[in-house]
Structure formats: structure tokens, C-alpha cells
């Protein structure tokens, strides 16, 4: 019921910058977090950042990424900045969306993946 669509990802050199954007729609009462993983080839997806109340990163991005939410549009963004070799991943957006008030009612989305892939 609900459909995220991600774009955004690209090639760029070291020290450039990319803003990766991810957009839910359909069948949502309210959600809960929007965040970002990445997941760079053969290693394990890890959390990048999320936006549930206040903005959180993990240690590697701290500084040089930010992310943002247009909560009106159901959309979140992830400003990139300052990128490295070690940024080059595919980058996936999570949603946790809320389909009622009730407290079980809720559900876990992920976006198709944009690849980012950053050179030096």
C-alpha cells in the first residue's frame, strides 16, 4: 500500500556533493522515522542517519551529511557533502509508517536503492 521512490544517486568525485531524495506515498496515516542505510559491496547494510524527532548519524557521516524531512510531502532527503571513496555504496531509504492510532499497526518500507559511487 505504500510505494517509496528514491532518486538522487550518481557518480562524483571525492570532495563532491549529492542530495538523494525519497518520497512515500499511499495508504498512510502518519510515520514514525524516515532514515537512510547504505550498503557498499560485499559488506553489511548499515544505518546512515534517521529523522524521527531530532536528526541522528552515525560516526562517519557526522558532519558532512544531513538529513532532512518535508513532512507534508512524506519526503526525506539526505544532503551529502564532502563525499569519499568510502561513501560509494547503495543507499536505501526506510520508512516506518503508522497505519492507525493503535500501537501495533505500524509498518517497515524500504526503497529500491540508488547507488552512489564516489571516485578519487
Known amino acids: 500500500q505504500v510505494q517509496l521512490v528514491e532518486s538522487g544517486g550518481g557518480l562524483v568525485q571525492a570532495g563532491g556533493s549529492l542530495r538523494l531524495s525519497c518520497a512515500a506515498s499511499?495508504?498512510?496515516?502518519?510515520?514514525?522515522?524516515m532514515g537512510w542505510f547504505r550498503q557498499a559491496p560485499g559488506k553489511q547494510r548499515e544505518w546512515v542517519a534517521s529523522?524521527?524527532?531530532?536528526?541522528n548519524y552515525a560516526d562517519s557521516v557526522k558532519g558532512r551529511f544531513t538529513i532532512s524531512r518535508d513532512n507534508a510531502k512524506n519526503t526525506v532527503y539526505l544532503q551529502m557533502n564532502s563525499l569519499k571513496p568510502e561513501d560509494t555504496a547503495v543507499y536505501y531509504c526506510?520508512?516506518?509508517?503508522?497505519?492507525?492510532?493503535?500501537?501495533?499497526?505500524?509498518?517497515?518500507?524500504w526503497g529500491q536503492g540508488t547507488q552512489v559511487t564516489v571516485s578519487s
Open positions: 526506510n520508512v516506518r509508517v503508522r497505519n492507525s492510532g493503535r500501537y501495533w499497526d505500524v509498518n517497515d518500507y
Open positions: 499511499g495508504s498512510i496515516f502518519s510515520i514514525d522515522v
Open positions: 529523522s524521527g524527532g531530532s536528526p
